[in-house]
């Protein structure tokens, strides 16, 4: 079992960044690929991106690519998600999720935190 507990989400104008926290209990938080999805409102969850437990082996969406930088510390059981350059188009809800395997396919996913909300004005 992963509990997962996101923070930093807010309000911030167009250009500018935030950095999301997730924190996860257990001590085996090493062992999971860790991922950020994100949903805006009348979508689906999309995926943001992944970091494997190898943490060279990353992977972005598209649209977050050159602007969004997912990385994790296993000494405190954290991932982050530093996000640049922020558009109306990333507001949504952020969530942080786990899987014992490498994916970015959201059914894959077991565990979930509770989500943070980032809205970007224009």
């Known amino acids: 079992q992963v509990q997962l507990v996101e923070s930093g989400g807010g309000l911030v104008q167009a250009g500018g960044s935030l950095r999301l926290s997730c924190t996860a209990s257990?001590?085996?938080?090493?062992?999971?690929?860790m991922a950020w999805f994100r949903q805006a409102q009348g979508k689906e969850r999309e995926f943001v991106a992944y970091?494997?437990?190898?943490?060279?082996?990353?992977n972005y969406a598209d649209s977050v690519k050159d602007r969004f930088t997912i990385s994790r510390d296993n000494a405190k059981n954290t991932l982050y998600l530093q996000m640049n350059d922020l558009q109306p188009d990333d507001t949504a809800v952020y969530y942080c999720?786990?899987?014992?395997?490498?994916?970015?396919?959201?059914?894959?996913?077991?565990?979930w935190g509770q989500g943070t909300q980032v809205t970007v004005s224009s």
């Open positions: 970091i494997a437990r190898i943490v060279s082996h990353t």
């Open positions: 257990g001590r085996t938080f090493s062992s999971y690929t």
């Open positions: 999720a786990a899987t014992p395997v490498i994916t970015n396919v959201r059914n894959n996913y077991a565990y």
